[in-house]
């Protein structure tokens, strides 16, 4: 069974310290990870998908990476505006379901 | 730009009743899903549907149907509504898997049921 767990389950930061979450997974055969953001009362929007190992990708104030075992999302100096819960995800090769994890609640300080 | 509309932002109904949630996307998505998100258990997914009239159970579908007639149309059904389905339901539509297959997300139905 797909699995994917995120740590920390909920972070505080103040507007400027730079942190990382966590997103480790086990899948047979990954087709992409995804990260979303999702802000009180509404829907996730997405903002990375990462496919191969040693993948990078940024915007803004984040930059999300991917190894064999786990992804993370760094936050360089974050703003508060910046505090939500972001959700990651996977896919499995030749399907088109996603494997949710319970997302990282991050909360910045102004 | 992607959109996908649910028709309602909240929802009150009594146990017992037939509850309608609706989901229009505008993007030609050829797959669409329903999912439930609840505080400490994250998203789960209930149905989905890779095309017009097919649909595919997911991980929790007790309690549920659904209705793809349309391409652009997805509908979750409670059939008889019950105390332990208020939730935060989701709905997200993506395109085919040998494309990106990023799901994008309506804006959520907040349903309780008294």
């Known amino acids: 069974e797909d699995q994917v767990t995120q740590s920390p389950e909920a972070l505080r930061l103040q507007e400027g310290e730079s942190s990382s979450l966590n997103c480790s997974y086990t899948?047979?055969?990954?087709?992409?990870l995804f990260w979303y953001r999702q802000d009180p009362g509404k829907g996730p929007e997405f903002l990375f998908t990462l496919y191969s190992a040693g993948e990078e990708k940024e915007k803004e104030r984040l930059k999300a990476t991917l190894t064999k075992k786990e992804s993370f999302l760094h936050i360089t100096a974050p703003k508060p505006e910046d505090s939500a819960t972001y959700l990651c995800a996977v896919q499995k090769s030749g399907n088109n379901r996603l494997a949710f994890g319970k997302g990282n609640q991050v909360v910045v300080i102004p | 730009d992607v959109k996908v509309t649910q028709s309602s932002r909240y929802l009150v109904k009594r146990t017992g009743e037939k509850v309608f949630l609706e989901c229009v996307q505008d993007?030609?998505?050829?797959?669409m899903f329903w999912y439930r998100q609840d505080p400490g258990l994250g998203l789960r997914l209930i149905y989905f549907?890779?095309?017009?009239?097919?649909?595919e159970k997911g991980d929790i579908p007790e309690g549920y149907s659904v209705s793809r007639e349309k391409k652009e149309r997805f509908s979750l059904i409670l059939e008889s509504a019950s105390t332990n389905q208020t939730s935060m339901y989701l709905c997200a539509s993506s395109s085919d898997p040998q494309a990106k297959n990023i799901q994008y997300f309506g804006a959520g139905t907040r349903l309780s049921v008294l």
């Open positions: 549907s890779y095309d017009v009239k097919m649909k």
């Open positions: 899948v047979s055969g990954l087709r992409g």
């Open positions: 993007m030609d998505h050829e797959n």
